[in-house]
């Protein structure tokens, strides 16, 4: 959610709250919608218009909900809505009705929801199972005002699994103390203190709540002044306990995003690994750890009340640096791939994994070539047409390796695995259009290596026409990024520049389209 707010979009929120909270279809034409240029084939976007952060991630009664930042009458940011997907698999999604409207406490910004399983609200009259979505109001008028108090929480109720809701009539249920940034409350139901929690940002850094009915609020504790990347605004929490791989130990995990203050600029997701006893999270981390060195994960959070426990991820796959500027006509933005969260342990350090969720491999039907190995000081040039919408994925020890995606126009998208400076180095200054936004194509990403141990890890890319996601050694390294070529990319160049480790298993997977 972004932190700059235009105010010419005032005149347009009056429009905006004086629709009717009804269903609002967009304007497409079935014929050419998930064809147009750029547009992404097994990522989550739009049917039109713009989109920004993930909302209200939750799952109940077979169907995982997606709520997202949502615009529906322009590609550019303006007054917020929350936009609706459902999935019964996190693959493939059915687009349905904008959720909530503004009204006159403000535009609808970012937040979780929970299914209030024991009806702690009382909004269930005759046996229903509530769900409670739980979000921030900005109210363009104290904005303008120069107020600092003009955000404010809400939360509206679902008894129909989503299909429609109604706001509270006691809204806001937590009014600004007088917080500039004030906003995007994560909820969930903590057991050991029974009770609900919230997770909120507080310019640049964490307030915790809890609640017995989502209803009436009290202040807990802050967390982060002095802890964390604190080149921007905190924004996007999200708090939950996580096993440490192969160990019967449980850590607290908080997410926060930043913008600015990212590592390769921009907006970025750092997380703190700690302990929280219902009333304060602590942790002893003395420096930032970042969940993904890309330039295009942001806002990201987890779902709520999964069938197995498993925490899953979505970030919104973008930068506020040229979010407003990509080249794309009928809608702006997609989701990043979901993804499974995990902890490990490395020596005395702690560190958060994300990698893409197993039903993902379901859309990789199409063999396009596989068992290829690339020998130590060996190159390998493959020429395959589909790659764009592909997963490439190969195993090494090799310390050293360059991988090159190419297209008839002489665009490319390369990277570099450097152990020697610790790095892993994501370039796309040459890999299509990156003119529109001058800070999009204008240096190397980087992404330090700590350690890759002593025995062969995993390299998994998932290239859709406008994305590229990385994950090394099962998501211990991640980055993502936009890109934009001009033409398909249909060349693979493999060069493995290590003198002992071969590059093996090299196999390359179409990805089916999900609409």
Same mark, same amino acid.
């Given at each position: 959610?972004?932190?700059?707010?235009?105010?010419?979009?005032?005149?347009?929120?009056?429009?905006?709250?004086?629709?009717?909270?009804?269903?609002?279809?967009?304007?497409?034409?079935?014929?050419?919608?998930?064809?147009?240029?750029?547009? !992404?084939?097994?990522?989550?976007?739009?049917?039109?218009?713009?989109?920004?952060?993930?909302?209200?991630?939750?799952?109940?009664?077979?169907?995982?909900?997606?709520?997202?930042?949502?615009?529906?009458?322009?590609?550019?940011?303006?007054?917020?809505?929350?936009?609706?997907?459902?999935?019964?698999?996190?693959?493939?999604?059915?687009?349905? !009705?904008?959720?909530?409207?503004?009204?006159?406490?403000?535009?609808?910004?970012?937040?979780?929801?929970?299914?209030?399983?024991?009806?702690?609200?009382?909004?269930?009259?005759?046996?229903?199972?509530?769900?409670?979505?739980?979000?921030?109001?900005?109210?363009?008028?104290?904005?303008?005002?120069?107020?600092?108090?003009?955000?404010?929480?809400?939360?509206?109720?679902?008894?129909?699994?989503?299909?429609?809701?109604?706001?509270?009539?006691?809204?806001?249920?937590?009014?600004?103390?007088?917080?500039?940034?004030?906003?995007?409350?994560?909820?969930?139901?903590?057991?050991?203190?029974?009770?609900?929690?919230?997770?909120?940002?507080?310019?640049?850094?964490?307030?915790?709540?809890?609640?017995?009915?989502?209803?009436?609020? /009290?202040?807990?504790?802050?967390?982060?002044?002095?802890?964390?990347?604190?080149?921007?605004?905190?924004?996007?929490?999200?708090?939950?306990?996580?096993?440490?791989?192969?160990?019967?130990?449980? /850590?607290?995990?908080?997410?926060?995003?930043?913008?600015?203050?990212?590592? =390769?600029?921009?907006?970025?997701?750092?997380?703190?690994?700690?302990?929280?006893?219902?009333?304060?999270?602590?942790?002893?981390? /003395?420096?930032?750890?970042?969940?993904?060195?890309?330039?295009?994960?942001?806002?990201?959070?987890?779902?709520?009340?999964?069938?197995?426990?498993?925490?899953?991820?979505?970030?919104?796959?973008?930068?506020?640096?040229?979010?407003?500027?990509? !080249?794309?006509?009928?809608?702006?933005?997609?989701?990043?791939? !979901?993804?499974?969260?995990?902890?490990?342990?490395?020596?005395?350090?702690?560190?958060?994994? =994300?990698?893409?969720?197993?039903?993902?491999?379901?859309?990789?039907?199409?063999?396009?070539?596989?068992?290829?190995?690339?020998?130590?000081?060996?190159?390998?040039?493959?020429?395959?047409?589909?790659?764009?919408?592909?997963?490439?994925?190969?195993?090494?020890?090799?310390?050293?390796?360059?991988?090159?995606?190419?297209?008839?126009?002489?665009?490319?998208?390369?990277?570099?695995?450097?152990?020697?400076?610790?790095?892993?180095?994501?370039?796309?200054? /040459?890999?299509?259009?990156?003119?529109?936004?001058?800070?999009?194509? =204008?240096?190397?990403?980087?992404?330090?290596?700590?350690?890759?141990?002593?025995?062969?890890?995993?390299?998994?890319?998932?290239?859709?026409?406008?994305?590229?996601?990385?994950?090394?050694?099962?998501?211990?390294?991640?980055?993502?990024?936009?890109?934009?070529?001009?033409?398909?990319?249909?060349?693979?160049?493999?060069?493995?520049?290590?003198?002992?480790?071969?590059?093996?298993?090299?196999?390359?997977?179409?990805?089916?389209?999900?609409?």
């Amino acid at each position: 959610m972004k932190n700059i707010i235009f105010l010419s979009f005032v005149l347009v929120l009056l429009h905006a709250c004086k629709q009717s909270e009804q269903n609002k279809e967009p304007a497409v034409t079935p014929s050419t919608l998930y064809s147009e240029m750029y547009r !992404p084939q097994y990522h989550f976007s739009p049917e039109e218009k713009w989109m920004n952060d993930p909302n209200g991630l939750v799952y109940h009664e077979g169907v995982y909900h997606l709520f997202y930042q949502f615009y529906p009458d322009d590609t550019v940011w303006g007054p917020m809505h929350w936009g609706h997907a459902v999935s019964e698999d996190m693959v493939h999604w059915e687009h349905k !009705p904008i959720a909530l409207y503004p009204d006159e406490n403000g535009l609808i910004f970012s937040g979780s929801a929970v299914v209030d399983h024991n009806n702690t609200s009382g909004f269930a009259k005759n046996g229903e199972t509530p769900l409670i979505a739980i979000f921030t109001y900005h109210l363009m008028e104290g904005e303008k005002a120069g107020r600092n108090d003009f955000q404010t929480q809400g939360i509206a109720y679902s008894l129909d699994n989503g299909e429609t809701w109604s706001k509270y009539e006691g809204n806001p249920v937590i009014k600004n103390p007088g917080i500039r940034d004030f906003r995007d409350p994560k909820v969930f139901w903590h057991d050991e203190s029974e009770q609900w929690i919230m997770a909120l940002v507080a310019g640049d850094y964490a307030k915790f709540y809890a609640s017995a009915d989502l209803k009436q609020w /009290k202040y807990l504790s802050d967390f982060g002044r002095y802890q964390g990347a604190h080149g921007g605004v905190w924004e996007c929490p999200d708090l939950f306990s996580l096993s440490v791989e192969g160990t019967d130990e449980e /850590k607290w995990v908080l997410i926060i995003s930043i913008n600015p203050g990212a590592p =390769n600029g921009g907006s970025g997701t750092q997380y703190f690994i700690g302990e929280f006893d219902g009333k304060r999270f602590v942790s002893d981390q /003395k420096k930032p750890k970042w969940l993904d060195y890309g330039t295009d994960n942001y806002a990201g959070v987890t779902y709520n009340n999964t069938p197995s426990n498993e925490r899953i991820f979505i970030g919104w796959m973008s930068n506020w640096d040229y979010a407003r500027d990509t !080249p794309t006509e009928k809608w702006r933005s997609a989701m990043t791939l !979901p993804r499974s969260l995990s902890l490990r342990k490395e020596g005395d350090e702690f560190f958060l994994l =994300n990698y893409p969720l197993g039903t993902i491999d379901t859309l990789a039907k199409n063999v396009l070539t596989n068992g290829i190995t690339v020998p130590a000081g060996g190159k390998e040039k493959l020429r395959i047409e589909g790659i764009n919408q592909s997963e490439i994925s190969f195993n090494t020890q090799s310390k050293d390796f360059k991988v090159t995606f190419q297209n008839e126009e002489g665009e490319s998208l390369e990277m570099v695995m450097d152990f020697k400076n610790e790095a892993f180095l994501l370039d796309r200054m /040459k890999s299509g259009k990156v003119d529109f936004q001058s800070e999009f194509g =204008n240096k190397k990403h980087h992404m330090p290596i700590e350690d890759l141990g002593e025995v062969p890890y995993e390299v998994k890319i998932y290239l859709d026409w406008s994305s590229v996601e990385v994950f090394i050694d099962k998501g211990r390294y991640v980055m993502t990024q936009q890109i934009f070529p001009t033409l398909p990319y249909n060349q693979l160049i493999i060069e493995n520049k290590d003198s002992a480790s071969e590059i093996s298993n090299l196999s390359i997977n179409k990805m089916d389209s999900i609409w």
